[in-house]
């Protein structure tokens, strides 16, 4: 292949390294998704079965991680939080058969954003965007 459609992969195993693969690494280094690469996110964990019920909402769950990662002071909550919280609402959404209530998704929402840093208290930051 030629050099710019080489595609490289991360292996993660269980299994010990021997010490000739110990001393190699990768840094993966991407900018940050903005508003619509969320919803774009959200709409694909969230699956085909619970969009209608969850439409309405990815905005403004892709709104409040907004908040959340633009207002910390270090990268503490990352992707992988908001993953969490879009599993949480799909999972909600599908036992309901409905959009979850505010209630459900406040309980998710403190679930992985939970804490305080100082006057930084992300899940109240990320609830402002319902």
């Known amino acids: 292949p030629s050099k ?3 595609v490289a992969f991360v292996g993660i195993s269980n299994w010990a390294l021997d010490p000739a693969k110990m ?11 903005d508003k619509n690469d969320l919803i774009k996110i ?8 619970n969009l209608s019920n969850m439409d309405g909402m990815l905005s403004d769950l892709a709104s409040g991680y907004m908040a959340v990662y633009s207002k910390q002071k270090r990268e503490y909550y990352g992707l992988r939080d ?15 058969n409905i959009s979850p209530c ?8 403190r679930r ?5 840093f100082e006057n ?8 402002q965007e319902f």
């Open 4 to 6: 710019t459609k080489k």
């Open 23 to 33: 001393n190699r690494g990768i840094l993966l280094s991407r900018t940050p998704p």
């Open 42 to 49: 959200g709409k694909g964990i969230a699956g085909k079965e």
């Open 82 to 96: 908001y993953y969490s919280v879009i599993k949480g609402v799909s999972r909600k959404a599908s036992e309901l």
């Open 102 to 109: 505010f209630g459900d998704i406040e309980y998710i929402v």
């Open 112 to 116: 992985n954003f939970g804490g305080h």
């Open 120 to 127: 930084f208290v992300p899940a109240e930051l990320f609830l």
